[in-house]
C-alpha cells in the first residue's frame, strides 16, 4: 500500500496556499453576502472539506445544509445525468443561497442544482466553488466564485476523491498516471 502521498506526481496547491486563498474569498463573500441571511449549501462528498474552510471564513450570519448528489458515469468522467441522494432539510423559498462546490468541471452538477434550487423558490443561487477546469465545460454555468482555476488534469485532494480515497489529503495534486491505469 505505501502512503497515500506515494501516489501523487506533482502538489498543485500547498495547505498554506489554499488556507490564503479562501481568507480572500471569504472576504470578498463577506462584503456580498452580509445582511442577506444566507444559507450555505455544500454538495457532498467532495465539497466537504472546503465548506468547513469557506464558512469560518466569511463570518456572516448564516446557516449550512448538505446535498448530495451522484452523476453516473466512470471514476473520472461524469455521465450528464445528476440524481439526488441526500436532500436539503428545510424550505428554501426566497432565501438566498450559496452552493459549495469543489469542482466545477463539464457544468452538468452545478447547473443542474441551480436549476433545482431555483424551481424549489431560493431568491438567489450563487455559485462558490474551489477549483474550475473550464477546458472541460459541456453546460453553460457561471461560478460568482472561484479559488483556482485548474488545467484539464485529473486532481485529488482537500475533499477531492479518486475512487472515494485520498479526500483527506491537506493538499490538492495530480494522481501518477500508473494509479488509475493511464
Ligand atoms: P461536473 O462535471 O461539473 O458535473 O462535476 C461533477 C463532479 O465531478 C465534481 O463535483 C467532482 O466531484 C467530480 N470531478 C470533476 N473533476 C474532478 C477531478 O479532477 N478530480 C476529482 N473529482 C472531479
Ligand atoms: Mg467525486
Given at each position: 500500500m505505501g502512503r497515500m502521498d506515494d501516489d501523487i506526481l506533482k502538489v498543485l496547491y500547498t495547505e498554506e496556499e489554499i488556507a490564503a486563498r479562501i481568507r480572500e474569498m471569504g472576504a470578498a463573500m463577506y462584503r456580498d453576502l452580509e445582511g442577506k441571511d444566507p444559507l450555505f449549501i455544500s454538495v457532498l462528498r467532495g465539497a466537504f472539506v472546503f465548506m468547513a474552510?469557506?464558512?469560518?471564513?466569511?463570518?456572516?450570519?448564516?446557516?449550512v445544509e448538505f446535498i448530495a448528489v451522484?452523476?453516473?458515469?466512470s471514476a473520472t468522467k461524469s455521465s450528464g445525468a445528476v440524481q439526488i441522494t441526500h436532500d436539503i432539510q428545510q424550505d428554501i423559498t426566497g432565501r438566498h443561497l450559496v452552493v459549495i462546490e469543489d469542482i466545477l468541471d463539464s457544468g452538468n452538477t452545478l447547473a443542474f442544482l441551480k436549476q433545482y434550487f431555483l424551481t424549489k423558490g431560493?431568491?438567489?443561487?450563487?455559485?462558490?466553488?474551489?477549483?474550475?477546469?473550464?477546458?472541460?465545460r459541456t453546460k453553460a454555468v457561471h461560478a460568482d466564485y472561484v479559488g483556482f482555476e485548474v488545467p484539464d488534469e485529473?486532481?485529488?485532494?482537500?475533499?477531492l476523491d479518486y475512487a472515494q480515497k485520498y479526500r483527506n489529503l491537506p493538499y490538492i495534486g495530480v494522481l501518477k498516471p500508473e494509479v488509475y491505469g493511464g
Amino acid at each position: 500500500m505505501g502512503r497515500m502521498d506515494d501516489d501523487i506526481l506533482k502538489v498543485l496547491y500547498t495547505e498554506e496556499e489554499i488556507a490564503a486563498r479562501i481568507r480572500e474569498m471569504g472576504a470578498a463573500m463577506y462584503r456580498d453576502l452580509e445582511g442577506k441571511d444566507p444559507l450555505f449549501i455544500s454538495v457532498l462528498r467532495g465539497a466537504f472539506v472546503f465548506m468547513a474552510d469557506i464558512v469560518r471564513a466569511c463570518q456572516v450570519r448564516s446557516d449550512v445544509e448538505f446535498i448530495a448528489v451522484s452523476s453516473y458515469g466512470s471514476a473520472t468522467k461524469s455521465s450528464g445525468a445528476v440524481q439526488i441522494t441526500h436532500d436539503i432539510q428545510q424550505d428554501i423559498t426566497g432565501r438566498h443561497l450559496v452552493v459549495i462546490e469543489d469542482i466545477l468541471d463539464s457544468g452538468n452538477t452545478l447547473a443542474f442544482l441551480k436549476q433545482y434550487f431555483l424551481t424549489k423558490g431560493a431568491a438567489s443561487v450563487t455559485i462558490c466553488t474551489l477549483l474550475d477546469k473550464p477546458s472541460r465545460r459541456t453546460k453553460a454555468v457561471h461560478a460568482d466564485y472561484v479559488g483556482f482555476e485548474v488545467p484539464d488534469e485529473f486532481v485529488v485532494g482537500y475533499g477531492l476523491d479518486y475512487a472515494q480515497k485520498y479526500r483527506n489529503l491537506p493538499y490538492i495534486g495530480v494522481l501518477k498516471p500508473e494509479v488509475y491505469g493511464g
